[in-house]
């Protein structure tokens, strides 16, 4: 959605979250149901943000970067791929038995220019075949590198317009129709155990759904082996409807793909305004509870065809909605308030957790 995406967690927080070892944990509820993951900045798998880091051991079992293994950060010159922060993510990811996805390889944001020009210097656009290249490269390289570590990847990210038509990127205008099935053939060839997904949001709205069933179906008609469809989930208090959420599953369910949940998060500003400096009202506390219940209500009656639910953040002090789509607001869209402590929606998403038997979380 927005280029804007990790938010300086790094700084020293006031005191340590009431998340002693009796906390029931999100990834022990929903065991058996769906994984339960987090994306995670820098500062969380780096030693910078501890309190964060220890949320996200005892909340999940899957992890997302934010931001590290986009273009931009791994590739950011032609020749010169830096793996730095990406390799201590998926060392983070391992230390701790998470489930490790990689986001992501094929976007319009956070891809630098040179990737679409000549070497002319002169701004011209790429030819095809070397946008292919650097393609192939770009993928082989990055997905390479974690073969077998990285369990499944975003290979093309927000690809469709509201109305459904392919967006004209310049991966549209330059490579043709097909450039998302060719990042596919790249990724798997790569690496062929690796979960292949296709990542978007507001696939809830029909006409961007409709545009979404085409594409996998487009690629399942050509043989690429798309294993899901991520649903970001950059909700609103009311929007989507859970009939909407509950068509949509089911939409990509009847296609035998599956679908994961991949940046969940629910935006509880008035659009421009900024009303919450001091707090969020209890009755809007509330309320966030109430919507994060219902979501999870829809997650679950789709267990089998859900199988993770990754929020896009751990503390709301983190989350990208802090700065999108205005800069410097207070938001509160995740289960963590700002010192990492958990909100009422917390204890309500565990409240949706299904009954079993000899639990002891
Ligand atoms: C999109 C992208 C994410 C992230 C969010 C907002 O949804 O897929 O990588 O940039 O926007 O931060």
Redesign the pocket.
Known sequence: ?????AVAAGCARPQPPELGSTQRSLRTIFEGAFLVGA?LNAAQFSGLDPIGAAIVQAQFNSITP??VL?WGSVHPRPGTYDFAAADRYVAFGEQNRMFIVG??LV?H??TPRWVFEDSSGGGHPVSRDTLLARLRDHIHTVVGRYRGRIKGW?VV??ALNDDGTLRRTPWLTTLGEDYVATAFRFAHEADPDAELYY?D?SLENAPKRRGAVELVQRLQNEGIPIAAVGL?N?DRLDWPSPAQEDSTIDGFAALGVRVMIT?LDVDVLPRGADPFVDGLPDSLQQALARRYAELFGSYLRHRGTVTRVTF?GVTDRDS?LNN?PVRGRTNYPLLFDRDGRPKPAFAAVIGTAPAKQGRHD
């Open positions: 959605m927005a280029l804007l995406g994306a934010e931001n986009k986001h992501n976007w944001n956070q975003d990210n927000e990542n949001y970001q950059h940046e896009w990208w999108w």
